[in-house]
């Protein structure tokens, strides 16, 4: 008989997983999503003005051919390519990314301190015991006041002591002193850092216009709406909201792996406390549409000060005009701002887009005028936007996924494996491929493991 493979989520990991099966011709597989869209993260909404919003920034680059192969399905040539400009706003001023390869824009008092704090590093990365340990011994005292400290605390809602540093790899450039005295001296700017140097975005749809053309050539077999809401693993059963009850043989999870196995009728208690042990943030999206012309050509910018709740800021109208209304940048800019919140750095959902709006002055983002002039003001409430790879993370996984694979589930995608190190897009679309081929042929998981 064949296996029956029932995929929870229609984000990139479980849309993955059935492009996958599609592609190979395995034709008993089923996918329930409980949004009435596909795309999970990677969604994009269009608001009653007429712009188009992100849930969060999401730049389209790649690790992986097979993904690469999808998205030329999905958009044919309806994308742009860009060169990746990033900054930081910082003392006032402006210090293109990564920070600690541009220290020469600093004032310069902050300059002599990040430098001497580089000078007087002491102690090896190796023996850090945590994320805040690592900052430390990696960057130096000023780097670390000035910006990565402030920063991340701002990104991360978690205080950095009970963050493990095994997630670093690409998601942070590290420091060559050597490199950092040669751009001061010679006056280089050193902006090339990253695999996201260059990415791709839609001509029209934003980020989720992706998603929507790879689900196209399966739509039949996705079902929207359908939340879940209990799971037997001894039954392989799963029951919706709607008292619908789906039988499986394989289960490839992307839903939340705290939520998973809370709803799991048989979960040992060890197990829920492993999951219960699991952090994560949740994020507020604000987008604010401006009627005027924006002359700026960055693509992104991180904040690290106080003087505003969101830590990025993107320049949504100079990916596409198409996400303006009209697609007229010359009457309409956007800016795409992201807070997070957690139960350690809360914040004012009601008061949030007026804090942003405020944030943006403060920031000399607007002007006074151009904030009068918002004909836009769209929130997006996240409540689970990044996995925080704390320092417990791996012990609780290493208990918790054996247990559901022993029972038929495979708990993949940015949140069904909660390894924010593999969460970007092309991560976690690739985790429901090379799940679906370890499920049909035994073959090894590769990005689930970092490789």
Same mark, same amino acid.
């Not at 077999?221 to 709406?225: A, M, N, T």
């Given at each position: 008989m064949p296996m029956k493979i029932v995929i929870l989520g229609a984000g990139p990991c479980g849309l993955g997983a059935a492009y996958h099966l599609d592609k190979i011709g395995h034709r008993d597989w089923v996918l329930f999503e409980k949004e009435p869209h596909v795309g999970g993260l990677s969604a994009s909404f269009v608001d009653g003005a007429g712009f188009t919003w992100d849930v969060g920034g999401h730049v389209l680059f790649s690790h992986y051919p097979y993904f690469d192969e999808a998205v030329a399905e999905a958009? *044919?040539?309806? %994308? =742009?390519?860009h060169q990746r400009e990033s900054w930081v706003r910082i003392l006032g001023t402006w210090v293109p990314y990564p920070f600690q390869n541009n220290v020469r824009y600093l004032p310069d008092e902050a300059l002599k301190e990040c430098v001497e704090g580089l000078? !007087? +590093? !002491? *102690? !090896?990365?190796? +023996?850090? #015991?945590?994320?805040r340990e690592w900052m430390d011994a990696v960057f130096g005292a000023g780097i670390v006041k000035h910006f990565m400290e402030p920063y991340n605390k701002k990104v991360w809602g978690t205080p950095l002591e009970q963050m493990s540093k095994g997630w670093i790899a690409e998601r942070v450039s590290v420091v060559d002193l050597a490199r950092i005295e040669r751009n001061i001296s010679q006056g280089i700017d050193d902006l090339s850092w990253g695999p996201n140097n260059t990415f791709k975005f839609p001509k029209r749809g934003g980020t989720g216009a992706i998603f929507r053309g790879i689900a196209k050539r399966f739509a039949d @077999?996705?079902?929207? *709406?359908r939340e879940m809401v209990a799971l037997? !693993?001894?039954? @392989?059963?799963?029951t919706f909201a709607d008292g619908r009850v789906e039988r499986y043989d394989i289960l490839i999870n992307t839903s939340p792996l705290d939520l998973l196995v809370a709803a799991l009728s048989d979960a040992p208690e060890r197990l829920r406390e492993d999951a219960g042990g699991l952090v994560h943030n949740g994020g507020l999206i604000v987008g604010v549409g401006i009627e005027g012309r924006r002359n700026d050509s960055k693509c992104w910018m991180y904040f690290p000060e106080s003087n505003s709740p969101f830590y990025r800021v993107t320049?949504? =109208?100079? %990916?596409? #005009? #198409?996400?303006?209304p009209d697609g007229d940048t010359s009457r309409y800019f956007s800016l795409m701002c992201e807070t997070t919140y957690s139960p350690t750095k809360p914040e004012e959902k009601g008061g949030i887009v007026e804090a942003t709006v405020a944030g943006l002055k403060n920031s000399g983002i607007l002007s006074e005028g151009e904030a009068e002039r918002a004909v836009s003001r769209y929130l997006i409430d996240i409540p689970y936007s990044y996995p925080v790879p704390t320092l417990g993370r791996d012990r609780a996984l290493e208990a918790i996924q054996p247990w559901l694979e022993e029972r038929g589930i495979y708990s993949r995608g940015r949140f069904g494996a909660w390894k924010y190190e593999v969460g970007n897009m092309d991560h976690c679309f690739m985790q429901g491929v090379e799940a679906v081929d370890r499920i049909l042929s035994g073959s090894a998981e590769q990005t689930i493991k970092g490789g």
């Open positions: 958009l *044919g040539d309806a %994308y =742009h390519e000078r !007087s +590093l !002491s *102690g !090896s990365p190796n +023996l850090a #015991a945590n994320f @077999r996705v079902h929207l *709406g037997d !693993s001894a039954a @392989r059963e799963i320049n949504f =109208h100079n %990916y596409a #005009a #198409a996400n303006v």
